[in-house]
């Protein structure tokens, strides 16, 4: 019988970074993985390869409306949908090797198996009908989310898909029904849109993006709306029926009232994720979960269950696998007796459409409901002189900042490149720095984060370029 300091059940970006700092740590460790691959929903039907879409639909957008004003004459572009599935798969492939060399350079066992926990220090490994006893001193509970499921909409994952199925669809759809204006669904939504969907998004909420600023919200609506997005926000989808030609949607007011029926060729279900924790044995372990089937954790990622920890999508807080992987770097080092930590307040969240939306920190909406005075500074990417010559100029970055001490609260960017563009502001906040620190710092010419700089400057009305 193996025995470890650490088994870690998950390989996501929050299992497999866990793993792999325990072993710097000098920890034996494993990690045990369902799925064929590593690397977890992030790297084979998440975040990874979404981004491979939404980059190679934006190149053939660009090669189809930007690139004759560039003076670049080509011929209009032809989509060849297979060849753009493989460049996906290419880039999956290539990030789960590398998942899989991390755990041969830090010498990490890797056990295919579903997990369960039968209690403190104790993990079964089941596979092809076979399953052995793995005794180790530390558990890390890291198997992530799945797709949350709507009522009486049964995914097929071919007509009705969630985000999975929407990652490999086998032809445009003509008509793409969204439901849902969260990050995953504008994304996804966003890259059928280009490759020549006509996309309806349908949101319960009255607003696109919940949890962000609203002002971004709002500004980024009209963005999508002209390039082609339809929304039917205060609204909820309650079933579709499908005959041969089409999905028949049926949608109603979200407060009531009559209902309509919306023609599709493939409806998509966002609406957002669910922790994922069947077959563990957490109930019968002692392992306790919260009203919202998550995990319930102490200040320290420990579970009610001694020697047994969570983190990731599986606990609360925002489902980011950059908020895991922080998770995983803490909790190794708290098992190995250091002062591991996650610093909750300053954790950027980014939407990937074009142009991409980012932010970091508190939104107004959530300084004006603590009660806390706040200063704003703005600056359009319509007076910065990059994104002026390269004609990408929608957006604007936005600052908040302490009325007092002026220490930046929140920073929220919509944009080209927005993405890229938080982290100095995440930093900044890291060191609790000022809007005038971030508005003294040099920043190179001509660059898109000089707005950031100048947006800084406005927090105290002295912006040059506006």
Same mark, same amino acid.
């Not at 189809?64 to 880039?91: E, I, R, T, Y």
């Not at 939504?189 to 309806?200: F, H, K, Q």
């Not at 920043?443 to 707005?451: D, F, N």
């Given at each position: 019988?193996?025995?470890?300091?650490?088994?870690?059940?998950?390989?996501?970006?929050?299992?497999?970074?866990?793993?792999?700092?325990?072993?710097?740590?000098?920890?034996?460790?494993?990690?045990?993985?369902?799925?064929?691959?590593?690397?977890?929903?992030?790297?084979?039907?998440?975040?990874?390869?979404?981004?491979?879409?939404?980059?190679?639909?934006?190149?053939?957008?660009?090669?189809?409306?930007?690139?004759?004003?560039?003076?670049?004459?080509?011929?209009?572009?032809?989509?060849?949908?297979?060849?753009?599935?493989?460049?996906?798969?290419?880039?999956?492939?290539?990030?789960?090797?590398?998942?899989?060399?991390?755990?041969?350079?830090?010498?990490?066992?890797?056990?295919?198996?579903?997990?369960?926990?039968?209690?403190?220090?104790?993990?079964?490994?089941?596979?092809?009908?076979?399953?052995?006893?793995?005794?180790?001193?530390?558990?890390?509970?890291?198997?992530?989310?799945?797709?949350?499921?709507?009522?009486?909409?049964?995914?097929?994952?071919?007509?009705?898909?969630?985000?999975?199925?929407?990652?490999?669809?086998?032809?445009?759809?003509?008509?793409?029904?969204?439901?849902?204006?969260?990050?995953?669904? *504008? /994304?996804?939504?966003?890259?059928?849109?280009? %490759? #020549? +969907?006509? !996309?309806?998004? =349908? &949101?319960?909420?009255?607003?696109? $993006?919940?949890?962000?600023?609203?002002?971004?919200?709002?500004?980024?609506?009209?963005? *999508? /709306?002209?390039?082609?997005?339809?929304?039917? %926000? #205060? +609204?909820? !989808?309650?079933? =579709? &029926?499908?005959?041969?030609?089409? $999905?028949?949607?049926?949608?109603?007011?979200?407060?009531?009232?009559?209902?309509?029926?919306? /023609?599709?060729?493939?409806?998509?279900?966002?609406? #957002?994720?669910?922790?994922?924790?069947?077959?563990?044995?957490?109930?019968?372990?002692?392992?306790?979960?919260?009203?919202?089937?998550?995990?319930?954790?102490?200040?320290?990622?420990?579970?009610?269950?001694?020697?047994?920890?969570?983190?990731?999508?599986?606990?609360?807080?925002?489902?980011?696998?950059?908020?895991?992987?922080?998770?995983?770097?803490?909790?190794?080092?708290?098992?190995?007796?250091?002062?591991?930590?996650?610093?909750?307040?300053?954790?950027?969240?980014?939407?990937?459409?074009?142009?991409?939306?980012?932010?970091?920190?508190?939104?107004?909406?959530?300084?004006?409901?603590?009660?806390?005075?706040?200063?704003?500074?703005?600056?359009?990417?319509?007076?910065?002189?990059?994104?002026?010559?390269?004609?990408?100029?929608?957006?604007?970055?936005?600052?908040?900042?302490?009325?007092?001490?002026?220490?930046?609260?929140?920073?929220?960017?919509?944009?080209?490149?927005?993405?890229?563009?938080?982290?100095?502001?995440?930093?900044?906040?890291?060191?609790?720095?000022?809007?005038?620190?971030?508005?003294?710092?040099?920043?190179?010419?001509?660059?898109?984060?000089?707005?950031?700089?100048?947006?800084?400057?406005?927090?105290?009305?002295?912006?040059?370029?506006?």
């Amino acid at each position: 019988m193996a025995t470890y300091d650490l088994v870690v059940i998950g390989t996501g970006p929050g299992g497999y970074v866990c793993a792999v700092r325990a072993a710097q740590l000098g920890m034996k460790v494993a990690v045990v993985e369902k799925n064929a691959t590593l690397g977890g929903t992030c790297l084979n039907v998440g975040c990874m390869p979404s981004k491979a879409l939404l980059h190679a639909s934006e190149m053939f957008e660009e090669a189809g409306h930007s690139f004759a004003k560039m003076g670049v004459s080509v011929s209009a572009p032809k989509l060849d949908l297979p060849a753009m599935m493989n460049f996906k798969q290419q880039g999956i492939d290539g990030n789960v090797k590398g998942v899989e060399f991390l755990m041969k350079k830090n010498k990490i066992d890797v056990l295919k198996g579903t997990g369960k926990i039968l209690g403190t220090g104790k993990v079964e490994v089941s596979a092809d009908g076979k399953a052995q006893v793995i005794e180790t001193k530390n558990i890390v509970i890291a198997t992530g989310s799945d797709i949350a499921r709507l009522k009486g909409i049964e995914i097929d994952e071919k007509r009705i898909v969630s985000s999975t199925g929407a990652l490999s669809l086998d032809k445009v759809p003509g008509r793409l029904l969204v439901i849902g204006a969260g990050v995953i669904g *504008l /994304e996804l939504g966003s890259v059928w849109r280009r %490759l #020549g +969907s006509e !996309v309806m998004v =349908v &949101e319960f909420l009255d607003r696109v $993006l919940p949890g962000m600023d609203g002002e971004v919200a709002r500004q980024f609506q009209r963005m *999508l /709306e002209k390039q082609g997005f339809a929304f039917k %926000l #205060g +609204s909820k !989808v309650t079933g =579709v &029926e499908a005959n041969s030609k089409a $999905l028949l949607a049926k949608i109603e007011p979200a407060a009531g009232g009559a209902a309509e029926t919306i /023609e599709a060729d493939v409806v998509l279900v966002c609406i #957002g994720r669910t922790p994922y924790t069947d077959g563990l044995g957490l109930k019968e372990a002692g392992v306790a979960l919260d009203a919202r089937g998550r995990v319930q954790i102490d200040p320290h990622f420990a579970t009610s269950l001694k020697g047994v920890y969570a983190i990731g999508d599986v606990v609360a807080g925002p489902m980011l696998a950059h908020k895991a992987e922080d998770e995983g770097v803490a909790v190794a080092e708290i098992i190995a007796g250091q002062a591991g930590h996650v610093n909750y307040d300053v954790i950027p969240g980014v939407v990937y459409t074009t142009p991409e939306v980012s932010s970091v920190g508190k939104t107004e909406e959530e300084l004006k409901q603590a009660g806390v005075a706040y200063t704003v500074g703005k600056f359009p990417f319509t007076a910065n002189g990059r994104s002026k010559v390269n004609q990408t100029t929608d957006g604007f970055v936005k600052i908040l900042a302490d009325a007092k001490t002026d220490r930046v609260l929140g920073v929220h960017i919509v944009g080209r490149e927005a993405g890229e563009m938080i982290h100095e502001a995440c930093v900044l906040m890291e060191f609790g720095g000022s809007a005038e620190d971030l508005a003294r710092t040099c920043h190179a010419h001509p660059t898109r984060s000089e707005a950031v700089k100048e947006a800084a400057l406005a927090v105290g009305k002295r912006a040059i370029h506006m």
